[in-house]
Nanobody, 126 residues
Framework: VQLQASGGGLVQAGGSLRLSCVVSGSTFYDYIMGWFRQAPGKEREFVATISRSGRQTDYTKSVKGRFTISRDNTKNTVNLQMNSLNPEDTAIYYC????????????????????WGQGTLVTVSS
């Protein structure tokens, strides 16, 4: 399975960005999807996850109420709408896929994910 993330860029604090990740090479509905990020000098951290059906979502505390994860199973795409961005959100954002063809659950741990995109850089200026 291949993941292609896009949508990063430079934005001022308080602004918004929408990241997208297109998945190809496998049945998208079989995958739990997640977004992670890695800031300079820091470890990769969980941002958001969505179950295969889209009925369940979870977020890291620092983005709750500002970020929204969604998926379109007809377009093999997972999105991350990011609002009220602040400089602490600056990082490379990665989408990830975890195969789960039989159960509709969430995954928040990076090591649970088998497939990763190349990352897209988000820079928030103050």
């Amino acid at each position: 399975v291949q993941l292609q993330a896009s949508g990063g860029g430079l934005v001022q604090a308080g602004g918004s960005l929408r990241l997208s990740c297109v998945v190809s090479g496998s049945t998208f509905y079989d995958y739990i999807m997640g977004w992670f990020r890695q800031a300079p000098g820091k470890e990769r951290e969980f941002v958001a996850t969505i179950s295969r059906s889209g009925r369940q979502t979870d977020y890291t505390k620092s983005v709750k109420g500002r970020f929204t994860i969604s998926r379109d199973n007809t377009k093999n795409t997972v999105n991350l709408q990011m609002n009220s961005l602040n400089p602490e959100d600056t990082a490379i954002y990665y989408c990830a896929a975890n195969p789960s063809p039989f159960i509709d659950v969430l995954r928040t741990i990076a090591t649970n994910y088998e497939n990763w995109g190349q990352g897209t850089l988000v820079t928030v200026s103050s």
